[in-house]
């Protein structure tokens, strides 16, 4: 009889054993899930940054551009007979790097539990030309033995308002390729500063792990870069 009653027992205590590992588990379960929710909650609210800045570059051109009296024909053959005008110009500049997370390119995707996937939109460039200034002025001079360097001054060849302006509009756009091809060869950088600032930020929402996928091509770039701020 007491073996009937011991088997009883142990059967009742194994079925509590077991309901209460089932409970156990189903409430570890709620409760990694509800953490997971929290955290998917919380790394979404990246979106609410709006434009992070992640990388900022300074730099300094001189630029230089020529003219002639008779224009180009006279670039071509008369260079002989009275030499071409030169303006040159220290440009400053600088370049922000941005990316727009309140974008709908801006995908977040869960992979794993605490682990992410973030695809980026692609990244703005805003242009600021901040400095202008005239380095050197040389205007065009008859070659000696026709005119002698005392009289050049003031027949020779020299640069009117509309010449600098056009040739300051030329070098502008000279030193916006130069900043294409600068951006191109920072890309990688721009790429790891913005990677950092949001990996840190991710796991600040208790992400653990998170991958980035960049968007960035040197198509896009030239269509994004915007001039602001032109001296």
Known sequence: MSEYANLILAILLAVLAFAFYRSNK??????????????????????????LSVFQVYSKEIVTKTDHAFGNFGKEYLRWLI????????????????????????????????SYKIKMPPCKYKFSIADMKFYDEKNGKFIPFLLPDSLNGFFGSTFT????????EEARNEVKKMSVRLISQLQS????????TLEAIAKS???????????????????????????
């Open 189 to 196: 950088k721009i790429h790891k500063s913005a990677r950092d």
């Open 161 to 168: 308002e509309e010449d600098k302006n056009r040739l300051i």
């Open 26 to 51: 189903a409430l570890k379960k709620t409760k990694d899930e509800s953490q997971n929710l929290s955290v998917s909650t919380e790394i979404s609210q990246l979106k609410s940054i709006g434009e």
């Open 83 to 114: 030499s071409e005008k030169k303006l040159s110009m220290i440009f400053e500049f600088e370049i922000n790097f941005i990316y727009d997370l309140t974008s709908p390119k801006l995908e977040i995707t869960q992979i794993a539990n605490s």
């Open 205 to 231: 929402f208790g992400a653990n792990k998170v991958e980035f996928v960049f968007d960035d091509n040197d198509e896009q770039i030239s269509s994004q870069l915007n001039l602001e701020n032109i001296a």
